[in-house]
């Protein structure tokens, strides 16, 4: 499968630790984007890459949050000391520059 | 800013009747708009876009969109509802690089 990967799928955390996502875009792809899906609404966007360099952030992106694409490649996500209002899913998308995005499965977070 | 509507939560057809899914637009400059599919526990599918020319856009699974400037709408139809087109489509919006999307709207087709 070429599309867009993300792992873990799921992952249940206690409140206050922290957890790390990973997405590994289509490879010829140099943008990549994080976006975050709650029940009911579209998803919303986080932040994004063109190759190694993190572009925009939303203000969602709590400084709790941080991204990085040290080679131009796969992305983390880190969110730490994590609350229960972190509970969503969490997309990763990748392009081509102007191009449409292509979204992974997602990962699964649940914050007990 | 950019924001993007769509007035319906739930559209409900028989199978075989056409299709329209609602999405409306705000945007400065002209939009970039696209339609995404979910189906359940799966991520969102591209379906089609519009950046420029023609106003009707054909994209996968038999799926088409009119661009319309003037009532700033990109209506998702599609001729003839099969059963296996019930899931949840996000209409979205991308001039700016990332994209704003619409609360989404449930596709129901009974057969």
């Known amino acids: 499968d070429t599309g867009v990967s993300q792992n873990p799928r799921h992952k249940i955390t206690k409140r206050g630790q922290n957890v790390t996502f990973r997405c590994d875009p289509i490879?010829?792809?140099?943008?990549l984007y994080w976006y975050r899906q709650t029940l009911g609404q579209g998803p919303e966007f986080l932040t994004y890459?063109?190759?190694?360099?993190?572009?925009?952030k939303s203000r969602l992106l709590s400084d709790r949050f941080s991204a990085e694409r040290p080679k131009g490649s796969f992305s983390t996500l880190e969110i730490q000391r994590t609350e229960q209002g972190d509970s969503a899913m969490y997309l990763c998308a990748s392009s081509s520059q102007g191009n449409e995005q292509f979204f992974g499965p997602g990962t699964r977070l649940t914050v007990l | 800013a950019q924001s993007v509507a769509q007035p319906e939560d739930q559209v409900n057809v028989a199978e075989g009747n056409p299709l329209t899914v609602k999405c409306t637009y705000s945007?400065?400059?002209?939009?970039?708009l696209f339609w995404y599919v979910q189906y359940p526990n799966r991520g969102l599918q591209f379906l089609l876009k519009y950046i420029t020319g023609d106003n009707l856009v054909k994209g996968s699974y038999g799926f088409e969109a009119e661009f319309n400037k003037s009532q700033t709408s990109f209506h998702l139809k599609k001729p003839s509802a099969l059963v296996s087109d019930s899931a949840l489509y996000f209409c979205a919006e991308g001039s700016q690089g990332n994209l704003i999307f619409g609360k989404g709207t449930k596709l129901s087709v009974k057969p």
């Open positions: 945007v400065s400059g002209n939009p970039y």
């Open positions: 490879s010829e792809h140099n943008r």
């Open positions: 890459f063109q190759n190694e360099a993190q572009l925009e």
